[in-house]
């Protein structure tokens, strides 16, 4: 199915994109030898960062960035079709979970990056953080981080951070040094679409002193839509 690019107004003012003046609410449909010019327009990547922009076709219009950016690509949709007889609908997602593949050890009184480079787009609803060691004091912060800086600066929150949905989260410390912490991330209602070349990080703060060590585990809730 052809991709049709639509872009519509639908901020409270008249805007004046490449040449084209769009009162609110209107739209314009982009033709295939602009969409190159489209792309690499530093005002369209802001007016669609703030909210002012919509991109999609005739019928709908994404909310999010990722997916406007992939359709102004001409990056085809794909769609499950269900008939309507069937009593239960076909999967638009697989499980995917995964882990950081290494145990992280952090000393006291420092911090640690611990990192899961993607190399596949996958969606991500939460996950599970276990520490063994933990002491009062100890707090994590969970990032989306751009190591490899593959996104324009508009569409971060700072050079490296793409989003952070954990400034800051005490760990609880068990009494018990044999027998872990486990820590929740949790970033419902979202399930978050993470593109390919980007990280999922946490940043795990032994701020609690101590003598021993913080090991550290995350394992990640992630699926990968079909």
């Known amino acids: 199915m052809y991709n049709y690019c639509v872009v519509k107004n639908i901020s409270n003012k008249q805007l004046t994109i490449h040449g084209i003046i769009l009162e609110m609410e209107q739209t314009y449909r982009i033709q295939d030898s602009e969409r190159v010019g489209w792309m690499e327009s530093d005002e369209v990547l802001s007016w669609l960062t ?16 990722s997916d406007s950016i992939d359709w102004l690509k001409n990056k085809n949709r794909q769609t499950v079709e269900v008939a309507k007889q069937t009593p239960y609908a076909e999967p638009l ?96 209602p979202l399930n978050a679409r993470i593109i390919a070349g980007l990280a999922l990080r946490v940043v795990y703060h032994a701020d609690g002193g101590g003598e021993s060590p913080r090991k550290v585990f995350v394992n990640y809730d992630m699926s990968k839509k079909l």
Do not use: H
């Open 50 to 65: 703030n909210g002012q922009i919509a991109i999609g076709n005739d019928i709908e219009f994404f909310t999010s960035i």
């Open 93 to 188: 997602y697989k499980t995917k979970n995964n882990a950081v593949p290494e145990v992280a050890v952090v000393a006291p009184n420092s911090q640690a990056n611990i990192d899961l480079f993607l190399t596949e787009e996958r969606y991500i609803s939460g996950g599970e953080i276990i520490i063994y060691d933990a002491l009062p004091g100890d707090w994590i912060q969970a990032q989306v981080v751009d190591i490899n800086k593959i996104l324009p600066a508009q569409m971060k929150e700072s050079d490296l951070v793409v989003s952070e949905y954990i400034s800051r989260r005490w760990i609880a410390a068990n009494k018990t040094f044999d027998i872990p912490t486990v820590a929740k991330i949790d970033t419902r």
